[in-house]
């Protein structure tokens, strides 16, 4: 099976660097996804790794490792406004869409 | 460009009934695929089509159906609900048949079973 792995929850100071890790054991590999989705909205698109290494996109940055299974969203400059769920979902196979979710990071941030 | 959307946006049924939620692509997408979210299990996904065809299906049992037309919107059904049933329902679609780097999610039908 396919088996995704977040912490649960964590909470940063506005203003700091936070960094969520997800580590993942699938089937196959073929691309990781992270996602932030607020309280009772859809989720939204973040960022994307296929290749290993980071991804640099304003405040937010994700790196991937294949060999280890792992990759990080790191979070700078941290808002009140990022306060929400962060989740990582792989995609296991070439040939399709469909994507494997970890249960998400619940993120709070405090003043 | 307008996004994804899901119709109805909230429904309550009880048990032993059936329900079809409606989901339309963001323009020119042809693949969407379909999720269920509760708070215990987080996202999971239910299928995938693509061009009006089910490429893909996870593990959910025969209850769970769904179609797709060729204007690529797509429906699930889901028969003979239980209480267990109760969860947002998501969709997202994604312009290239595999390999998307990125999909987009519409907002969920949030299905309350009674």
């Known amino acids: 099976g396919q088996n995704i792995d977040q912490p649960t929850e964590m909470t940063a100071t506005e203003g700091a660097i936070v960094q969520i890790n997800c580590t993942y054991q699938?089937?196959?590999?073929?691309?990781l996804f992270w996602y932030q989705q607020h309280a009772g909205e859809a989720p939204t698109f973040l960022s994307y790794?296929?290749?290993?290494g980071l991804e640099e996109k304003g405040r937010f940055s994700s790196f991937l490792s294949r060999s280890k299974g792992y990759s990080y969203l790191l979070l700078k400059e941290l808002q009140m406004k990022d306060s929400a769920s962060y989740l990582c979902?792989?995609?296991?196979?070439?040939?399709?869409?469909?994507?494997?979710f970890g249960t998400g990071t619940r993120l709070t941030v405090i003043p | 460009k307008a996004g994804v959307t899901q119709t109805p946006r909230y429904l309550i049924k009880t048990r032993g009934q059936q329900v079809t939620l409606s989901c339309s692509p963001i323009?020119?997408?042809?693949?969407v695929s379909w999720y269920q979210q509760t708070p215990g299990q987080g996202l999971q996904f239910l299928f995938e089509?693509?061009?009006?065809?089910?490429?893909n299906k996870g593990n959910f049992p025969g209850r769970f159906s769904g179609r797709q037309f060729s204007n690529s919107r797509s429906e699930m059904n889901v028969s003979t609900l239980e209480l267990g049933d109760s969860a947002l329902y998501l969709c997202?679609?994604?312009?290239?048949?595999?390999?998307?780097?990125?999909?987009?999610f519409g907002p969920g039908t949030r299905l309350t079973v009674l």
């Open positions: 790794n296929v290749l290993d």
């Open positions: 323009s020119g997408h042809r693949s």
């Open positions: 997202a679609s994604s312009n290239r048949g595999r390999g998307a780097s990125e999909q987009f």
């Open positions: 699938t089937s196959g590999f073929n691309g």
């Open positions: 089509y693509f061009s009006e065809t089910q490429r």
């Open positions: 979902a792989v995609r296991d196979q070439a040939g399709a869409n469909n994507l494997f």
